[in-house]
């Protein structure tokens, strides 16, 4: 499974005490795939150095940057399909490059891509995440 994770749900899984720490274990873990761009992990390493520091943010890149589970992703196109917040558009177009099977996010400016029949882009809250990859022994 190829995953792209917002910035919100990263920031709330990096804690050990909390609650949503096991998917930050899964992604260490190499359990699940995960899909970046360049402009998505400037983003983490602004917002993890903003809500933590910069320790944490360093130690969080860099061991997103050294697993084999992390797909760099080039993207050719820009859809445009999220207007209400135009700096979400950068994982939607990581998603349609990397062909990835959802984008993870509590966000609810992806509601949007559930009415766009082409491309196809799935979305997961962390929550249904959670359950499906229960459902699937995963976790």
């Known amino acids: 499974m190829l995953v792209v994770i917002d910035t919100n ?6 804690s050990s005490k909390s609650k949503f720490h096991w998917l930050y274990r899964l992604i260490l873990d190499k359990k699940i795939n995960v899909a970046i761009t360049t402009d998505i992990l400037a983003e ?3 917002q993890l150095s903003h809500h933590w520091n910069s320790l944490v943010s360093v130690s969080v890149i860099r061991s997103l940057t050294e697993l084999s589970t992390v ?7 820009n859809l445009n399909l999220i207007s ?3 700096d979400d558009n950068k994982f939607v177009d990581c998603a349609f490059a990397s062909n990835a099977d959802y984008i993870i996010t509590n966000d609810s400016h992806f ?10 882009i799935p ?3 962390l929550d249904e995440f959670e359950k499906l990859l229960e459902g699937n022994s995963i976790l």
């Open 9 to 14: 749900v990263l920031l709330v899984s990096i």
């Open 44 to 46: 983490y390493e602004e």
């Open 71 to 77: 797909l760099f992703t080039t993207v050719y196109y």
């Open 84 to 86: 209400i917040d135009e």
């Open 111 to 120: 509601n949007i891509l559930k009415k766009i029949d082409f491309p196809s």
């Open 123 to 125: 979305t997961l809250r």
